[in-house]
Nanobody, 115 residues
């Protein structure tokens, strides 16, 4: 069974940086996409950044140029480097792994950006 565990969230001032990590275990399908979603209070969950097994990436317009997603296939890890953080980036950030037949979610990590 696939399990995803996020870490690295916290409280940071506007303009600061955080790096989120997600460790995946139980992965049997090598060709999978991984990524990060976020959900702010009262809002729907939205895609922040995604990365394919081959390393192709996509980003939400709101984070382009500030966030960078990366992965280590050997370690089954995905990362999100977040720079120039803004108060509107405050949300719970969820790790996601998708294969051709299943989608898995982590429990989330809180990111709070103070102004």
């Amino acid at each position: 069974q696939v399990q995803l565990v996020e870490s690295g969230g916290g409280l940071v001032q506007a303009g600061g940086s955080l790096r989120l990590s997600c460790a995946a275990s139980g992965v049997t399908r090598r060709l999978n996409n991984m990524g990060w979603y976020r959900q702010a209070p009262g809002k729907q969950r939205e895609l922040v950044a995604g990365i394919t097994y081959g390393g192709s990436t996509n980003y939400a317009d709101s984070v382009k140029g500030r966030f960078t997603v990366s992965r280590d296939n050997a370690k089954n890890m995905v990362y999100l480097q977040m720079n120039s953080l803004k108060p509107e980036d405050t949300a719970i950030y969820y790790c996601n792994l998708a294969t051709t037949i299943d989608v898995y979610w982590g429990r989330g990590t809180q990111v709070t950006v103070s102004s």
